[in-house]
Each structure stands twice: as C-alpha cells, then as structure tokens.
C-alpha cells in the first residue's frame, strides 16, 4: 500500500520551456502534498505543501510564480517549472501523507530535470 | 530554527554486523519521527516510524527514541551490502512538513 506515482522520471529540454511534472497517490486519498527539490549530495529541499483545494504554502525563497502548484483532488498534484533555465535543473520529488501531521510521508519516484 | 542533526559519515560496517545510525533534533515539540533510506539516484523510501519514547523493532531494524534527550536512532543488525544507502531522519509536528536531516550514508563491505 501507500503508492505515489511520479511522472516523468526523466524530462531534457531547452530554456524557456515550462514543465510539468505529476504526482498521483494511488491506493490512498492524499490530505497533504509535498514538494522537494534536491541538488546532488544535498539534502531535501522542501519547496512547498499543499492541501487539496486550497493554495499551496511556499518555503522562504521559493518563487510560487515560477513553481506552480495544483492540488486539484485528493489523490493528484501537479508542480508546473515555468520558463524553465538550467539553474532550474535538480532532482524533484514529490510526497504525500494520508490524514493528520503524524502519518508517514509516501515518496514518489522523483523527476530529474535537465534544461540545456 | 528547528533543525534535524546527522552525522554525514560514511558509516562503513563489515556485512553482518550491526549498523547503529544518529539523530538529534532540536525542536522539543516534534510528535512524529521517521526513518527514511535513500538509494543515489532514487527517491527516499520509508523504513521506520516511532512515535513514542523506547523501541520498536521491525524484522532486523529497531528505531529507539528518546524524547528527553531529543535524540532518535536507527539500529539496522546482520547488515548486508544491499543496505549501503543513505539514512535520512526526519521528525515533524503535527500537521507540518518534515524536517530532514541531511543523512548519513552507510557503506556495508562484503
């Protein structure tokens, strides 16, 4: 149980285009919803939280017109890198908890973004 | 700042052995905490939860927390190669994100 699906795994485009990026719970209504970024040998980078229906919330320095964030059911939230450059380029991995603060954290497969 | 310390190592362990990972937190109101292993190149996968003060065991690993001295590990015994990785613990309260550490990488030798 607790699957979470994360298209693509792999996205190589130019600068200037927006991504799109998936994160599905599938066995599993999903309250919460979170976004990571993660740069080699780094830690994970909590970029933002979002809750099913309402706006997400952004960590300090992350630029939410940059980073769109849509959490439009219980089991789907999308992250949008628009006019994507390559300081843009990381590891994004998305998360999403059932129910209270206190449930564990499902991860899933992560989406590596190059912009050349 | 609520901050979640690691020991970045590497924590090399002949196969077989026990492997004994650290984690100190520094927010006293943290309810939740969490044991994540993250293979280079994949995402982090969940191992172990503990909520309360004292051990849990799950097949060969047993998380132990300690409330009072803020402080939660990660005993993993007969360690294989197949459990080199990096250890990520990870504490919250509720209804927030987790706080990560930054990990501990484990290197287990055949």
């Known amino acids: 149980g607790a699957v979470v699906s994360q298209h693509p795994s792999r996205v190589i485009c130019k600068s200037g285009t927006s991504v799109k990026i998936e994160c599905r719970s599938l066995?599993?209504?999903?309250?919460?919803m979170f976004w990571y970024r993660q740069f080699p040998k780094q830690s994970l980078m909590l970029m933002a939280t979002?809750?099913?229906?309402?706006?997400?919330?952004?960590e300090q320095g992350v630029e939410k017109d940059k980073f769109l964030i849509n959490h439009a059911s219980l089991t789907l939230s999308t992250l949008t890198v628009t006019s994507a450059h390559p300081e843009d380029s990381s590891f994004y991995i998305c998360?999403?908890?059932?129910?209270?603060?206190?449930?564990?954290?499902?991860f899933g497969d992560g989406t590596r973004l190059s912009i050349l | 700042q609520k901050e979640v310390e690691q020991n970045s190592g590497p924590l090399s362990v002949p196969e077989g052995a026990i492997a004994s990972l650290n984690c100190t937190y520094s927010?006293?109101?943290?309810?939740?905490f969490f044991w994540y292993r993250q293979y280079s190149g994949k995402s982090p996968e969940l191992i172990m939860f503990i909520y309360s003060n004292g051990d849990k065991e799950d097949g060969r690993f047993t998380a132990q927390l300690n409330k009072a001295s803020q402080y939660v590990s990660l005993l993993i015994r007969d360690s294989q190669p197949s459990d080199s990785a990096t250890y990520l613990c990870a504490v919250n309260q509720a209804g927030t994100a987790l706080i990560f550490g930054k990990g501990t990488t484990l290197s287990v030798s055949s």
């Open positions: 998360s999403a908890r059932e129910g209270g603060g206190g449930q564990p954290q499902h």
């Open positions: 066995d599993f209504q999903a309250t919460t």
């Open positions: 979002s809750n099913e229906g309402s706006k997400a919330t952004y």
């Open positions: 927010d006293r109101g943290s309810q939740s």
